[in-house]
């Protein structure tokens, strides 16, 4: 079975410009997690959804957003880059939304804004 | 608040040696605590997770955790280091009243020397 998918692998863009990650969950999963991952450091929470509502937003300013759409693939969203976006950006998905069900990753896009 | 902190951002072990990576939470109720690897490019790979089962909990390739409750740690350890094991381990919290936000700590980078 393939586990998480995201596109693109890379990504490069200029400040001032929007960037659109996608992700596809493990076949059967319901629920998508977005964690951003700036070097040195560990993940933090961006937005999670289950069955296509949001059920938790992260400390991120309202020009990151996100949607999931009825196959529970998900897009995030960034408008406005800003130098300090550059990160890893992984998706994470689970069966429920629920903190015990255990989150299986994506490899990540890698985002530099220059 | 959830917190995690990890002890050392940097552990060197000999290969063979005994591996003990430390992480203390923070949680206002039982938490749900997980460790996870990460190699270079790469997303994270779960290790193992407590879930409020037993309190000594074993994961993949060798490697077992052990919750204290009194002492809020959830400390990795395996016994005899392969060079396989250097990568970056984070410690991870989530609660139920947050859904299936994880709250990771800043990572440690296991260093395995022959």
């Known amino acids: 079975d393939a586990g998480v998918t995201q596109s693109p692998t890379h990504l490069i863009k200029t400040r001032g410009q929007h960037v659109t990650l996608r992700c596809s969950p493990i076949?059967?999963?319901?629920?998508v997690s977005w964690y951003q991952q700036v070097l040195g450091q560990g993940p933090q929470f961006i937005f999670q959804?289950?069955?296509?509502?949001?059920?938790g937003r992260g400390n991120f300013p309202d020009r990151f957003s996100a949607r999931q759409f009825p196959n529970y693939s998900s897009e995030l969203n960034v408008n406005a880059l800003l130098l300090g976006d550059s990160a890893l950006y992984l998706c994470?998905?689970?069966?429920?939304?629920?903190?015990?069900?255990?989150?299986?990753f994506g490899p990540g896009t890698r985002l530099t804004v220059l | 608040a959830q917190s995690v902190t990890q002890l050392g951002s940097h552990v060197s072990v000999s290969e063979g040696a005994l591996v003990l990576l430390r992480c203390n939470y923070s949680s206002s109720v039982p938490p749900y605590l997980f460790w996870y690897v990460q190699y270079p490019n790469q997303g994270l790979q779960l290790l193992l997770k407590y879930t409020s089962a037993a309190t000594l909990v074993k994961g993949i390739n060798g490697f077992e955790a052990e919750f204290k409750k009194s002492e809020t740690s959830f400390h990795l350890t395996k016994p005899s280091a392969h060079m396989s094991d250097a990568a970056e381990y984070f410690c991870?919290?989530?609660?139920?009243?947050?859904?299936?936000?994880?709250?990771f700590g800043q990572g440690t980078e296991l260093s395995v020397k022959p």
């Open positions: 076949s059967g999963h319901k629920s």
């Open positions: 994470a998905s689970s069966l429920g939304y629920r903190g015990n069900n255990e989150q299986f």
């Open positions: 991870a919290v989530s609660e139920d009243n947050q859904g299936g936000k994880l709250i």
């Open positions: 959804y289950y069955e296509k509502e949001e059920r």
